[in-house]
C-alpha cells in the first residue's frame, strides 16, 4: 500500500503563485506517473499534469505554460504560475504504475481569488 501526503495548497491572489508537493510513503520501484488533477464544485475531475519516472511530462490544455511540474523519485511537485479564479478547485495528487495500481491522495484546496 502507498500514501500520498499532500502539501502546498491555500489562498492566493489572481496572477500569483503557488507551489503543491506530493510525497508516496515509500519508493516506487515500478514503472510510474505521478501526476496532478484538480476538481471545481460542479465540475468534472480533470488533468492539471502528469509525470512519468523517465521524466516524461503532459499537461493539460488549460495550464500549459503557466504550470510545470517535475519529480524526484517519489516526489512530485507542481509549480503553479499566473493563477486565474479559474484554478480555484481541489487538487490531488495521483500515482499509476504499470501494473494498474492507482492511489490518491486526500486533495487539497487551491482558492485563487483578490
Known amino acids: 500500500q502507498v500514501q500520498l501526503v499532500e502539501s502546498g495548497g491555500g489562498l492566493v491572489q489572481p496572477g500569483g503563485s503557488l507551489r503543491l508537493s506530493c510525497a508516496a510513503s515509500?519508493?516506487?520501484?515500478?514503472?510510474?506517473?505521478m501526476g496532478w488533477y484538480r476538481q471545481a464544485p460542479g465540475k468534472e475531475r480533470e488533468l492539471v499534469a502528469e509525470?512519468?519516472?523517465?521524466?516524461v511530462t503532459n499537461y493539460g490544455g488549460s495550464v500549459k505554460g503557466r504550470f510545470s511540474i517535475s519529480r524526484d523519485g517519489a516526489k512530485a511537485n507542481l509549480q503553479m504560475d499566473s493563477l486565474k479564479p479559474e484554478d480555484t478547485a481541489v487538487y490531488s495528487c495521483?500515482?499509476?504504475?504499470?501494473?494498474?495500481?492507482?492511489?490518491w491522495g486526500q486533495g487539497t484546496q487551491v482558492t485563487v481569488s483578490s
Open positions: 495521483n500515482l499509476r504504475l504499470d501494473t494498474g495500481q492507482e492511489y
Open positions: 515509500r519508493s516506487i520501484y515500478n514503472l510510474n506517473t
Open positions: 509525470i512519468t519516472r523517465g521524466g
